[in-house]
């Protein structure tokens, strides 16, 4: 299911929870044509959520993100994955006929 944060307001009982998976997610497409590396995603997590995630947790997230298809992994730089267009798609589904 992915590592998940619980962030209920104790006061108000509103949940304010994101997945860690989301926030890695976001950070990987937030990284240049480049890539992002592991510490690239922990310091956009830091910067931009006031969290300091421990590596294995991001290990964790980027090995689900990864294994669900949405990011891929080349040498040690993550990078979002390609949306498949529809003609692939179809050609997927039902082969070259």
């Not at 990864?66 to 990078?79: S, V």
């Amino acid at each position: 299911m992915g590592a998940f944060r619980d962030f209920t307001n104790k006061r108000s009982g509103v949940d304010f929870g994101m997945t860690v998976e989301a926030w890695v997610l976001e950070a990987v497409e937030a990284s240049p044509s480049k890539g992002a590396t592991l510490r690239n995603v922990q310091q956009h997590i830091d910067e931009h959520h006031f969290e300091e995630l421990a590596v294995d947790t991001l290990e964790a997230a980027l090995s689900s993100l990864q294994a669900a298809g949405k990011i891929t992994l080349d040498g040690e730089r993550y990078y979002p994955a390609r949306r498949t267009s529809k003609e692939d798609a179809m050609k997927q589904l039902f082969g070259d006929g």
